[in-house]
């Protein structure tokens, strides 16, 4: 549990450098192939305190990465989560002080809590499950169309 000064500062830097959204991963198992969504709360800033403080509060490690283009010299820090409960806690305690990423937050939040409240074991490759998970994937490109380059028919 957050105290409400951490829940503003992680929603402020959501806000600012921050990345709240969806993101498509493939897995391959028994010979099939298979694509399920996953929700992602991260952060990536040149500050590497920032960056800790982040992961700190996210349960989460820091990575230094080198970027190619267009900052060659620049290191940026990198951090990010996927778990589906970890995320809903987070967003339900920094939603209500977001400005500028409040309505991706909240859409985000809905697909958690549909994905922790549908039957069955998603790790399994139920196709069912994984049917919706991409219906809810699609309208995520279709609110949001700046994350499209994660979807893979339509390469940039």
């Keep these: 549990m957050l105290s409400k000064l951490e829940a503003?500062?992680?929603a402020c830097a959501v806000d600012c450098d921050g990345h709240v959204g969806m993101k498509l991963q493939q897995s391959k198992r028994k010979g099939k192939n298979y694509e399920y969504a996953l929700p992602l709360l991260g952060f990536s800033n040149t500050s590497n305190?920032?960056?800790r403080q982040f992961g700190k509060l996210i349960e989460s490690k820091v990575h230094?990465?080198?970027e190619v283009y267009p900052y060659e010299k620049k290191k940026i820090n990198r951090t990010s989560t996927?778990?589906?409960r970890k995320i809903k806690s987070l967003l339900e305690q920094?939603?209500?002080h977001m400005i500028a990423k409040r309505k991706r937050a909240e859409f985000v939040l809905a697909f958690c809590n549909h994905k922790l409240s549908a039957p069955g074991d998603h790790r399994?490759?139920?196709s069912d499950r994984?049917?919706?998970d991409l219906e809810w994937f699609r309208e995520y490109q279709e609110l949001f169309p700046s994350h499209k380059r994660n979807?893979?028919?339509d390469p940039p």
Aim: net charge positive.
């Design 124 to 126: 399994k490759g139920r």
């Design 8 to 10: 503003v500062w992680l």
């Design 151 to 153: 979807r893979r028919e």
């Design 82 to 84: 996927s778990g589906t």
């Design 64 to 66: 230094p990465l080198k």
């Design 94 to 96: 920094i939603i209500p």
């Design 49 to 51: 305190p920032m960056a």
């Design 130 to 132: 994984l049917d919706k």
